[in-house]
Each structure stands twice: as structure tokens, then as C-alpha cells.
């Protein structure tokens, strides 16, 4: 390298600026301000392809270079990260690009606190709600209270899957001078997309039902397979509370009947629903 005075080298100025968890793996991107034509912006390049690890992000590198000295700056999102002073007399000219690209990884490996590994970016989490409401029948009304809990897993911004255990309970319809009480218990899996402050969900919900009659000459219980599809709209959020409002189609309905001669009712083909909840819900990267 170029020396001054008595041939001491001088060392170079570093200041650094801020420390950055980066993210989103990007290519370095390299700016060469030189009127001197001293760098070779083609071998710098190279350098920092071969001295600056690949899985590193976001990495802006800028060189100027005016009245025999560098200034090499690395920034990220806009963010200066760092920047140094290098001298570079005409003599160093040709090792310019090696000098530039030895400075810039030391400067990279100087920041503290930062997560330079690609494969440490912290990957989204997943997140749990639970969740309590009424819904309607559209004739038969048989209102039922439902209650559920489900964890969603980030599949990709802004697309979340859930997995959830709900509980439709305490349906009652009228069959004759009888009554039937019906519940339903179901496993609903769903997509959803997160629109902020709404979030658009859609579900398939397999589960069973049970009906229990009460007032009939002889009371008895009854088990059948259940399943519907849901369509809902969520939020906004309000910290960890929330709202939704759903529309249920139920695929296998329920049959009530008295031994299949007496009055009979079939579930409702479209259900009405408002609930609310709580949880840490989706996230935004």
C-alpha cells in the first residue's frame, strides 16, 4: 500500500454507523465513483465475489475514489452499516480491487450483532388462536354456540395454513312435539390470506355429528358423519383480539327423523356465523 511521511502506512479510518439484522438474501451491488480511473470496477467485481461469502444480504457496496484516497460504504435497505477511509496513491492502482475487497470483508466481519448467515434469518412463526361465537341455520334456524382453537402455520407472505378443533354445540330443532339437540365436532383445515386489517379464510371442516332426542316415546342418540366448507372474513385486530363472520355449507347434512316414518328435518344448507377471539395471529414478515 501507499505511505506517507517517513514511509509509515497509514492505517485506515473505520467508523461504523449501526448494526443490522439483514434479511432477504440479495446480490452485492457495487457503485464506483472515480474520475481518477483507478479502480478496476470489472476485477473489484470479482474480488468481492470471491472474498464476500454468497449467503451474506443485502449488501450495497459504494467506492469512491478522489485526491489519492477511497471511501469505500456498505449499506443496507438504504442504511449506511459502515465506512473507510482507504489511501490509494497511483502506485496502489493496480491492486486496487484485491485492497478494496480485503477492506470490505473486514469491514463485514468488524459489525457485531448482525446476522450475516442467510440460513439464520429468523423464519416466520407459528402463530394460535381460540375463538368463541354463535351461528344460525337458514331455516331450520337451530342456532348452536361454537367454540375452536387452531394454530396457523406461514406458508408463504401472506398466505397462512391452519389447522383447527371446533366444537359446534346445544343445536336444538323441533321434530313434532319433540325436540332434537345436536352437536358437531369437526377438525377444520384452511388457507388464508392476510390482506390487512382483513384477513380472507377458507375452510374444509371434516368432523361427526351427534343428536340426542328428548320428548319422544323412546329417547335415543345417533352418530353420523359431518361435513362442511366455510368460507370467513377476520378482523381487524385490535392487539390480540379479533372478530369474524363466516358462511358455512355444510356437504353431508344431518337428518333428524322418528325411526324414519315420523316428522322429519334436515340441517339447515347455509349457516350464518359471528364470532370473536384472541391470539398472536399472523404475522408480516
Known amino acids: 500500500m501507499g505511505s506517507t511521511g517517513g514511509g509509515a502506512h497509514v492505517a485506515p479510518a473505520f467508523r461504523q ?9 440479495l446480490s452485492v451491488a457495487l457503485t464506483v465513483e472515480d474520475t481518477s480511473s483507478c479502480v478496476q470496477v470489472e476485477a473489484l467485481r470479482r474480488d468481492l465475489d470471491l472474498r464476500v461469502d454468497p449467503s451474506l444480504t443485502g449488501v450495497a457496496v459504494t467506492v469512491r475514489v478522489a485526491l489519492d484516497m477511497a471511501t469505500l460504504a456498505v449499506a443496507s ?12 496513491p497511483p502506485e496502489d492502482c493496480p491492486f486496487s480491487a484485491a485492497l478494496i475487497a480485503a477492506s470490505v470483508e473486514r469491514g463485514l466481519s468488524e459489525i457485531p450483532a448482525a446476522s450475516w448467515d442467510a440460513t439464520e434469518t429468523a423464519a416466520p412463526l407459528p402463530w394460535f388462536d381460540i375463538a368463541a361465537g354463535v351461528s344460525l341455520g337458514l331455516s331450520p334456524s337451530e342456532p348452536r354456540l361454537t367454540g375452536w382453537g387452531r394454530v396457523g402455520i406461514p406458508v408463504s407472505e401472506p398466505i397462512s395454513a391452519t389447522f383447527a378443533v371446533r366444537a359446534d354445540a346445544f343445536g336444538t330443532t323441533d321434530l313434532a312435539d319433540a325436540t332434537v339437540r345436536t352437536h358437531v365436532a ?10 390487512r386489517p382483513l384477513r380472507l379464510q377458507a375452510e374444509v371442516a371434516p368432523g361427526i355429528a351427534v343428536a340426542r332426542g328428548r320428548g319422544f316415546d323412546e329417547d335415543r342418540s345417533g352418530v353420523a358423519p359431518h361435513l362442511s366448507v366455510i368460507a370467513a372474513v377476520e378482523g381487524p385486530r385490535r392487539g390480540p383480539l ?39 395471529g399472523p404475522k408480516s414478515r
Not at 435497505?77 to 490509494?88: A, F, I, K, V, Y
Not at 369437526?186 to 390482506?195: E, F, I, T
Open 186 to 195: 369437526s377438525a377444520p383445515l384452511g388457507l388464508g390470506v392476510d390482506l
Open 17 to 25: 454507523r449501526a448494526c443490522l439484522a439483514l434479511e432477504a438474501p
Open 242 to 280: 379479533w372478530a369474524r363472520a363466516e358462511v358455512e355449507v355444510p356437504v353431508l347434512l344431518v337428518i333428524w327423523e322418528d325411526e324414519g316414518i315420523g316428522p322429519s328435518a334436515r340441517e339447515a344448507p347455509v349457516r350464518v356465523g359471528l364470532s370473536v377471539g384472541v391470539g398472536n
Open 77 to 88: 435497505g438504504g442504511e449506511l452499516l459502515w465506512e473507510r477511509s482507504l489511501p490509494m
